[in-house]
């Protein structure tokens, strides 16, 4: 499953046209490594099956889910989580009910209600916060490091055993982090006219249009209609949603 990283990231470079380096690609390979290390079952041997490669299909179909929500990730990030939500959970509930499969106690759904509520909609609100930030190939990236928490936690709570595989993938995972924490990059680049609505302050080089109505604004975190004028420069930056620009 953390296919999904590589997929992004490939979709990302060739389709989207996101600027990713080799460090990045390093940061990439370090944390799917890791992680594939850390799932391996030494029992089960090596190679594909047909629901492998269903799994493989599904990541490649994640990472153009990811690229295209990337693209509307200046909207309200609950609306999107939502509307993904209804459509994901609507379609699943008619192939259940095609199936045959009938319903589990209230109890058991409001359960889960909850689970999803505080894992994958609080996680999906977050990652595409992340990605007006960091662009999509470096959230995911770090998003890959999801099983690694993950059996820390087990530890913690289940008192799991941590075997040699383990230490190693943290290494590694480690290792990719620093690399995508402290990359550097700085060039000239260029932005044309734009108008746009998102979250932003004006106490940076790229939102000091007068705010509306309201003094307080400069310093504080708000989003309202705004437009950029077009302007040459160079400063340390991420694909964000202000440096979209192609390299």
């Given amino acids: 499953m953390n296919f999904e ?10 389709v989207f046209r996101e600027a990713i ?5 390093a940061a990439i390979s370090c944390i799917t490594l890791a992680v594939i290390l850390l799932s391996l079952n030494p ?9 492998a490669l269903g799994v493989i299909a599904a990541c490649t179909l ?31 509930l008619l ?11 209230l109890s058991s ?3 889960c209600m909850l689970l999803g509520a505080l894992s994958i909609g609080l996680s999906l609100v977050l990652f595409i916060l992340a990605m007006r930030n960091l662009g999509t190939a470096r ?26 595989r383990f230490y190693i993938a943290a290494t590694m995972m480690i290792v990719g982090v620093v690399l995508l924490v402290g990359e550097k990059h700085n060039h000239e680049h260029e932005h044309g006219w734009t108008e746009h609505e ?13 705010p509306p109505d309201d003094d307080e604004l400069t310093l504080a975190a708000h989003a309202h209609p705004h437009i950029h004028e077009p302007v040459r420069h160079s400063h340390p930056h991420t694909p964000d949603i202000d440096h979209r620009h192609t390299h």
């Fill in 139 to 164: 959230t995911t990236a770090l998003f890959g490091s999801a099983p690694f928490m993950g059996a820390i936690l087990s530890w913690f709570i289940f008192h799991e055993a941590l075997s040699g």
């Fill in 43 to 51: 029992a089960g041997g090596w190679g594909f099956s047909i629901g």
């Fill in 95 to 105: 192939i259940t009910l095609a199936l045959g499969v009938g319903f589990p106690a």
């Fill in 109 to 111: 759904i409001l359960r």
């Fill in 198 to 210: 998102h979250r932003h302050r004006h106490d940076d080089s790229h939102h000091s249009h007068v």
């Fill in 21 to 25: 380096g080799a460090r990045i690609w």
């Fill in 5 to 14: 990283a590589t997929a992004t990231a490939v979709i990302a470079a060739l």
């Fill in 62 to 92: 994640w990472g153009v889910d990811n690229n295209l929500t990337r693209n509307i990730s200046a909207k309200d990030p609950v609306m999107i989580v939502a509307w993904k939500g209804v459509s994901a959970g609507s379609f699943t």
